[in-house]
């Protein structure tokens, strides 16, 4: 029987509190038992990766009420019930379903009469002989030539995910002589964001990729409206440019104005659809099909390692708990991402939407107002650029600010250039693993302003290469993580009630239906 | 007599305290006083832009307070200490002169035997020159053909800042005729940075701008090679195709592997450098010098407004007050960025750098530990995207975020689509308006998930349109505000020591000399 309590209520947040400051992290991770818990402290991630949790603040004693904590709160039955298609977002009274596009952990669902784990596939079956026909030239333009670029035109999951996803493989693809068309995106209502793309855009070959649920979405339809006026204005047809990912139910699902249509539904949320086809249309024209399975398969494998009830052999488990132990019991207020891989530059970004906007709530499932911090702010930046810019804040600043780091031991160009000994790979690697150091331990100095206090704390994710099954993996990981963390603040991690009234209030400003301050800010941009 | 003071021992820093939760915003932003804050609570920037504070937890009581705290703190003299070239960055015994690369708000200022304004209006009129001759086709590559795209290598202030503003001006320049050259840049030590910039770029017709103040950054030199490498690979002989910025002493300086040298000093830090030459080579290069000649004027504008020692009369100093009040008395832990302008891409991650880097310290400028936090955490992404993303944080989270807003009446491009009722840019300008009333007031609803608690202080930054003299102004706005903030810590804001330790154990790792811990993460990673 699922009990949904929140983190205050559970006996173990009591016994974790008294655990507040217990591991010194700079005595621990010096010498060798230092060495032996980056030997010991580390769990398969899928996709080849490894999550490393030596220099976290836990040791025996505090796993061990993590792990009491995991238990108290029903994090694998929860994840169990939520696999089996229960109605785990109360408040839109929704099944959440992304893990199914991906694989089957759980047992069939069937919702709205069909089993979803089958339409999800059907879908990207779809999507993948649509690739398909574009890649070998039997989809073309109206004049008979190929596509060669792909535009996505959507905002928040429609962008982010998709976004970080193409940048982390683009190269990748480009090495491996799979990139079969480039990728671009417009999301922002801002006009200039439609007009930069679409001026560095070839028109005649570019196929829009039109992502919108709801189809209903302001900033996406208005960026619509500015593609096809471009379209036309360049004596081209947008009907056949164009193809729409949406629900069945959309205003924009039968259009005659698309060239094809692909569907997801109500149970996979924005932040959660890069598995679908929010993600798969455009990653599988961009990279083919095969390479999309493959992301999709390191995925499941995240999926299916999350589903071990033993925190101690889940590292999405353990890293929400251990988040959970740095936010409420630490009360640290924010969490850097920290990737060691230009590859990944907007991950950070796509994880900024995926946890903030999931656990950034005040009230628990029932409503009620939670007595303890819920998300925390995520921010970051590739490295080693980070470590020229804001890493002397996490170094020396006044608060501690848990890292994520993420490495791995090849690039993906295979191009390099070796000076003063070593090549920039090796560089990159030899940051890495020294900033975690510098976290860990510190230095003292008879400076104070060259001092470093340590105590830091970090982990960090490696992998051999970023590969598509390691992205796949990566995402998963982290999609499953905000979700336990859910679960242990107790709260319904995949609605967003919290984006509604800023859209109200924008659209009385567009009818002039305000007065009082909000007259006076229209006034001031001459609305 | 200046006197370098602890906040906590300024009295008014007390009696501010005494204010915590002073002003209960949702009730003075709501009717007709709402509307007089926000024509009130209004300041010129320069540039042609506006500061508007209404919607931050401030009212006359709380003005005056920090009125007091300003005076106490000698915020104004210690500009015009520092402008008249006193050793404000006291670590590293230097002179602090970015203010000086446009324009001259202070006495002369004579160190190394030569007026530093006459230096560097000559480095920059070198830099015009040099851009004019490239322009004109008077410099080509080896087979007398122009060059159409420059790259800058650089890392921290030699990427961040000239990126930003870049990327601010390049649909600016577009839409009126004046960019001149596409403008990349290669910065992270990882290869598959250089790499894919490089396999994306016109090699012939490239101009490389190799930007490192010492001439020894470890990533930089990396990155020349590899692009070197690259050029020879391509029959291309490199010292045709690379000048330097660096300063005088530096090893690169008088080398005749450059087309050219431009140069930089010590006084100048790296996050403060986009005025110098820093930014000046590329600037120029891509918009031509009248442009950047612009911008400069901007920033100079925003400069002497802030040499106003009245804060009720000066952006600046307000902005820096109000953030120290929200930080140290509110205990507000984080900050957001948030420009409505698609052009602002990468302006949150300079400021990322420039705030965390100069005031992420816990040491004031005498090696003494203070007793309260100093600079905040810097993040945030382009509205309305984040709308769609991290605002539901924002909004509903349990812990409140101060917010900078950003706005324009125009946009760059001059392209735009109506649909509804009205276009993508006054949708974008209701937005930014209705997100302040939003996050101010908030609304009470029968289901606490949807209910708005409000109460979350913001401020907005508005101007015309994103010219080069209001993207100058801004960027000395911040410059500015961070600098007073370091008065009011009582911090070193120019000297970035905490990136040192990091550096240290790098090279260590690279030269195999590892024990324990780090010798097991050398080892994960295969060095």
């Known amino acids: 029987m699922i009990q949904w309590k929140n983190l205050d209520t559970l006996p173990s947040f009591a016994k974790l509190q008294a655990l507040k400051g217990h591991v010194d992290l700079a005595q621990v ?54 696999l089996n298609g229960e109605v785990i977002n109360t408040g839109e009274k929704r099944l959440v379903l992304h893990q199914l596009t991906r694989g089957q952990q759980g047992e069939a669902v069937v919702a709205d009469g069909v089993d979803k784990r089958a339409f999800y596939v059907a879908q990207q079956e779809k999507a993948n002989a649509f690739a398909r026909s574009v890649q070998s ?9 190929p596509f060669t670029t792909v535009v996505q035109i959507g905002i928040g999951g429609s962008d982010l995910g998709p976004r970080a996803m193409y940048l982390a493989l683009e190269n990748w693809a480009k090495a491996n002589g799979c990139l079969r068309m480039n990728a671009r995106f417009i999301s922002n209502v801002d006009p200039d964001d439609a007009a930069a793309v679409l ?48 629900s069945e139910t959309s205003p924009i699902a039968k259009s005659s104005d698309y060239l094809a249509a692909f569907f997801m539904d109500d149970y996979i949320g924005g932040r959660y659809s890069s598995t679908s086809c929010v993600g798969g249309v455009i990653l599988s024209l961009a990279f083919g099909p095969e390479i999309f399975t493959r992301f999709l398969n390191g995925a499941a494998e995240a999926d ?22 740095e936010r409420n019991v630490e009360n640290w207020p924010a969490t850097a991402i920290l990737p060691y891989s230009q590859a ?13 906007e999931s656990n950034g709530k005040s009230v628990n ?33 006044t608060n501690i600010i848990p890292l994520q780091f993420m490495g791995f031991r090849r690039n993906q160009a295979g191009m390099d250039a070796e000076i003063q000994g070593s090549t920039s790979q090796k560089k990159l690697c030899a940051n890495v693993a020294a900033q975690i150091m510098a976290f860990a331990c510190g230095k003292k100095d008879e400076n104070p302003n ?36 859910g679960f242990l603040w107790n709260l319904n991690s995949f609605d967003q009630e919290g984006v509604q009234l800023g859209k109200v209030l924008a659209k009385r400003v567009l009818a002039h239906d305000t007065d009082g301050a909000l007259r006076a800010y229209s006034d001031l941009f001459g609305i």
Chains 1, 2 share one sequence.
Do not use: C
Not at 137 to 145: A, D, F, R
């Open 29 to 82: 991770m010096a010498g060798e038992s230092g060495a032996q818990r980056v030997a010991e402290y580390a769990l398969p991630m899928g996709g080849g990766l490894t999550y490393n949790y030596a220099a976290k603040t836990v040791d025996t004693e505090v796993l061990s009420a993590l792990k009491e904590l995991a238990e108290e709160a029903q994090l694998s039955e929860k994840y169990g019930v939520l």
């Open 137 to 145: 030239g039997e989809i073309t333009n109206e004049s008979g030539e």
């Open 199 to 246: 001026k560095s855009t070839d028109l005649p070959h570019a196929l829009f990729v039109l992502v919108s649920k709801s189809g209903t979405t302001l900033e996406t339809l208005t960026n619509e409206t500015f593609v096809r006026n471009a379209l036309k204005d360049a004596g081209l047809d947008p009907a056949r440019h164009m193809v729409a990912v949406t």
């Open 304 to 325: 299916k390692l999350a589903t071990n009830p033993d925190p101690l052999h889940n590292a999405a488990m353990l890293d929400a708990l251990i988040g959970v132990y």
């Open 344 to 356: 990944l530059s907007r991950f950070p970004a796509h994880l900024q939407q995926l946890d903030m």
């Open 365 to 397: 499932r029932f409503g009620e107002p939670v007595g303890y911090v819920t998300g925390p702010v995520i921010f970051g930046e590739p490295g080693t650029n980070g470590q020229h810019s804001f890493y002397q804040l996490l170094h020396q600043g």
């Open 450 to 485: 060259k001092s470093f206090a340590g105590g830091r704390p970090s982990s960090i994710i490696i992998g051999d290469q970023l590969t598509p099954e390691a992205l796949g993996a990566l995402l998963a990981h982290y999609e499953n993580k905000v979700m336990f963390q």
